[in-house]
């Protein structure tokens, strides 16, 4: 039987472009892994991988006209956008070099032994290392920054861990032209090409993860997508961790005090936020809680004046756009759902972006007649839910999964840690900023909060929601930074992990640690004399 063909298509046309490649075989899957785990040992040298990430983001930048095309053609998501994400995947990549070069990742930690303390403390050196070869799942929406030279790539490479990618079909032709890269790039600095493979279909993305060579995986995506992966995972003999993001619907609250000082802000903010990429956004702001009254209305007919002069847009492939489709209309068609702006088909091949309103009060009932508004839905979307007080915040919140982010718009004197409003003590009644109103999600009251006022309160509520909260900000835009967390409760994530940032890299390590060994036989990242001049604890104290 012939291997299936792996085309490349344009979505602004439904045609196929182009056969780029065919889908693996199970005995390729396993040559791709075999060759990544005999190329894991080149890894070892840490400046050999920080040469290697370094020398591939140069090669990226080289090569920016050709991928910006490649990916623009497959994805519709115009030269502007790619070219800002191929600019962050090469940051990225030297981020990770200067991680390695710099050496405090390998959190060593020695503790001398002391006799005297009872029981005597044996002499340990603990450091972490590589796990293996990684499965990395292709997302997507960002052919780039979250794919075959993304983050999971470069962390698992800057960690000493091999890759291979299974690309994701929306733009194989970008994954193969990406990889063709990152093997050149190895090749220059003198590591074998296997440390990253490449694989096509979706049975060689099973065939990966349930390989007994592969240690670890990284995945971008659906919830069924990624939760079949995960139990896939879970379900081997020897079961192994898998990062994967699945969805978020990033809920926004706006308070009466925000709205009242600035509704036609927040409403074109709001606009700007939910249709950039035509949605297609990890964090795009999907559930909207603002208040009933003058200043909720202003704040949504400016939401409807931004979101109607939005011109339509082209998803990434016709089955997003028919699941979109039908999605919106499906929730639109709910009881007291309402469509200022209609979301839907904008042509033969494009959405048009739009908006749903709805009581608050329907969402936070246990009936469950409107949970689908709670499900995110990918594309230019969100749903504005109107509340008459706090306790129906609070009630929303409780019901609400895990997240990637999380928003507040908070008025002036609330960002100053004071109540804006005359009946602020009516807060405790509504739970917001109690027990009952903080405890929203699994894991209980967040630490945020200690300053008092409404604010305070609200900030604690949203905490255990997700891994990020904001402030008077929009979440679309997740910056390269050491500070960075990515992640958030199930279903947004996994794990606890987060998958930008430097701290990406711990994912693809574990902890060893050695006790009473001789000198002699430690590695050099733990011996007395420090010869690779590593951060590091000794006796609970920092030094290098």
């Known amino acids: 039987m012939a291997a299936a063909p792996v085309w490349s298509a344009d979505p602004r046309t439904g045609k196929r472009r182009e056969q780029v490649a065919v889908e693996a075989t199970a005995a390729e899957v396993d040559a791709a892994v075999r060759a990544a785990h005999d190329a894991g040992g080149a890894l070892a040298d840490r400046g050999v991988r920080a040469a290697l990430l370094r020398r591939a983001a140069d090669l990226l930048d080289g090569a920016g006209e050709r991928i910006v095309e490649a990916a623009d053609a497959e994805t519709a998501l115009g030269p502007g956008r790619l070219t800002g994400e191929l600019a962050r995947t090469?940051?990225?990549?030297?981020?990770?070099?200067?991680?390695?070069?710099?050496?405090?990742?390998?959190?060593?930690?020695?503790?001398?032994?002391?006799?005297?303390?009872?029981?005597?403390?044996?002499?340990?050196?603990?450091?972490?290392?590589?796990?293996?070869?990684?499965?990395?799942?292709?997302?997507?929406?960002?052919?780039?920054?979250?794919?075959?030279?993304?983050g999971d790539t470069a962390s698992?490479?800057?960690?000493?861990?091999?890759?291979?990618?299974?690309?994701?079909?929306?733009?194989?032709?970008?994954?193969?032209?990406?990889?063709?890269?990152?093997?050149?790039?190895?090749?220059?600095?003198?590591?074998?090409?296997?440390?990253?493979?490449?694989?096509?279909?979706?049975?060689?993305?099973?065939?990966?993860?349930?390989?007994?060579?592969?240690?670890?995986?990284?995945?971008?995506?659906?919830?069924?997508?990624?939760?079949?992966?995960?139990?896939?995972?879970?379900?081997?003999?020897?079961?192994?961790?898998?990062?994967?993001?699945?969805?978020?619907?990033?809920?926004?609250?706006?308070?009466?005090?925000?709205?009242?000082?600035?509704?036609?802000?927040?409403?074109?903010?709001?606009?700007?936020?939910?249709?950039?990429?035509?949605?297609?956004?990890?964090?795009?702001?999907?559930?909207?809680?603002?208040?009933?009254?003058?200043?909720?209305?202003?704040?949504?007919?400016?939401?409807?004046?931004?979101?109607?002069?939005?011109?339509?847009?082209?998803?990434?492939?016709?089955?997003?756009?028919?699941?979109?489709?039908?999605?919106?209309?499906?929730?639109?068609?709910?009881?007291?759902?309402?469509?200022?702006?209609?979301?839907?088909?904008?042509?033969?091949?494009?959405?048009?972006?739009?908006?749903?309103?709805?009581?608050?009060?329907?969402?936070?009932?246990?009936?469950?007649?409107?949970?689908?508004?709670?499900?995110?839905?990918f594309g230019p979307v969100t749903v504005l839910a109107r509340y008459t007080d706090d306790a129906e915040i609070g009630a929303v919140l409780a019901r609400l999964p895990g997240n990637l982010t999380a928003t507040l718009q908070l008025g002036a004197a609330e960002c100053e840690g004071g109540d804006a409003r005359p009946d602020a003590d009516a807060d405790a009644d509504a739970g917001v900023g109690t027990d009952a109103g903080a405890d929203v999600a699994e894991g209980g009251t967040g630490p945020a909060g200690d300053g008092g006022g409404r604010g305070a309160r609200l900030l604690a509520a949203l905490t255990p929601l997700a891994g990020r909260i904001l402030v008077n900000g929009w979440p679309t835009g997740v910056a390269v930074a050491p500070a960075q967390h990515h992640g958030g409760p199930y279903p947004a994530t996994t794990s606890t992990a987060t998958s930008v940032g430097g701290t990406a890299v711990e994912r693809w390590l574990r902890p060893v640690a050695y006790q009473d060994t001789p000198p002699a036989l430690l590695p050099q990242e733990l011996r007395e004399d420090n010869p690779l001049k590593l951060p590091r604890r000794v006796d609970g104290r920092a030094e290098r």
């Open 90 to 150: 090469t940051y990225q990549l030297r981020a990770f070099a200067d991680v390695v070069e710099e050496g405090a990742f390998l959190d060593v930690l020695i503790d001398h032994a002391d006799p005297a303390l009872t029981p005597p403390r044996p002499d340990l050196r603990r450091y972490k290392i590589p796990l293996g070869v990684v499965a990395v799942y292709a997302a997507s929406n960002f052919p780039l920054a979250f794919s075959v030279p993304g």
């Open 156 to 377: 698992a490479l800057a960690a000493g861990c091999p890759v291979v990618v299974k690309a994701h079909p929306d733009h194989p032709a970008t994954s193969e032209l990406s990889a063709a890269l990152l093997r050149r790039a190895a090749a220059e600095v003198g590591l074998p090409v296997g440390v990253i493979g490449l694989v096509h279909g979706f049975d060689a993305g099973l065939d990966l993860v349930r390989h007994p060579l592969v240690a670890a995986a990284g995945f971008t995506g659906s919830v069924r997508g990624g939760r079949a992966l995960y139990d896939a995972a879970a379900a081997r003999p020897r079961p192994i961790p898998f990062h994967g993001e699945l969805g978020s619907l990033n809920p926004v609250v706006v308070t009466e005090a925000a709205a009242d000082e600035r509704a036609e802000q927040i409403g074109t903010g709001l606009a700007g936020s939910m249709t950039l990429g035509t949605g297609q956004f990890c964090v795009k702001p999907g559930l909207v809680l603002a208040p009933h009254g003058p200043a909720g209305d202003r704040l949504a007919r400016s939401l409807t004046e931004a979101v109607s002069d939005t011109e339509a847009g082209v998803l990434l492939d016709h089955r997003m756009r028919d699941a979109f489709i039908d999605g919106v209309r499906e929730r639109a068609a709910l009881p007291d759902v309402q469509a200022p702006v209609t979301p839907g088909a904008g042509g033969a091949h494009t959405v048009s972006a739009g908006f749903l309103t709805v009581p608050a009060a329907r969402l936070a009932g246990d009936e469950g007649t409107h949970d689908l508004l709670l499900e995110e839905c």
